[in-house]
């Protein structure tokens, strides 16, 4: 998402590759059109998106900076870990 490239103070927040520096080999990791994707997460996760783009304009609530949420879907669950920029 554009809103999540820099902070209130203009540094770059962390990003994918922060986490995962490097991809995995080619052919480990099966693509969507391989492995195919449900609808309705597509559709949960559009959501928090739009949600964490409202709270940036409005000033509102705890944005996900700095943090990356993981959510279940099968387990319906959902957690949140920290990471910084490498």
Known sequence: LKPFEAGADGKPN?????LFPEAPPEGLVPSCAVAGIVGALTGVIGTLQAME???LITG???PLVGRLLL???????FDTIRYKRA
């Open 60 to 62: 509102i609530g705890e």
């Open 53 to 55: 783009t409202i709270k």
């Open 71 to 77: 959510y279940d879907a099968l387990g319906a669950r």
């Open 14 to 18: 962390p990003g994918y590759r922060d």
